[in-house]
């Protein structure tokens, strides 16, 4: 009995010679398409290129729908005309931004302006779990006011997304770099 004891536990110390190490976590390797751009061929009071590979759903009000398919996301566009409001367009939008506080980490804001065409507004990259991880708004101060949010169709988490995120992001600085008022 004394013999097995001491067999047992020098085999112990023997087969476990290795440090074990954990595994880490592995990402994937996510390639997205070469950009090509197009410009927006519906009737509205704007216009801007969008991506290539996009799906654009037509809404009411002039609102639009730009759909990664691939990517499950979306741009929301949303357009309001301005009737002496811009005040109350412009804290309605920050509203929205600042209802992610609760999950983000970070609000990063960038002001765009572009005198020379009219272009006037801001777009906040939102870092964490929140809902929505970039939004913005576009004026022309006088009579049109564009709002967009990104949205993933997906539980958030930020780490996972991240790549998606930028990728997208060019393309919303594209759409914002291209933006007319007619």
Known sequence: MRNLLLLTILSIFVSCSEDVLPKPKAYLSLKYPKKSYKKLGLKRP??????????????AKNWLKIKYPKLKASIDITYRPINNNLKELLTEAEKLVFKHTLKAEQIIPKDFVNPKKRVFGSLYEITGNAASQIQFHISDSTKNFLKGSLYFYAKPNYDSILPAVAYIKKDILHLVETLEWK
């Not at 969008?50 to 759903?57: G, P, R, S």
């Open 46 to 59: 704007y216009s801007f290129e969008y991506l290539n590979n996009t799906i654009v759903i037509n809404d």
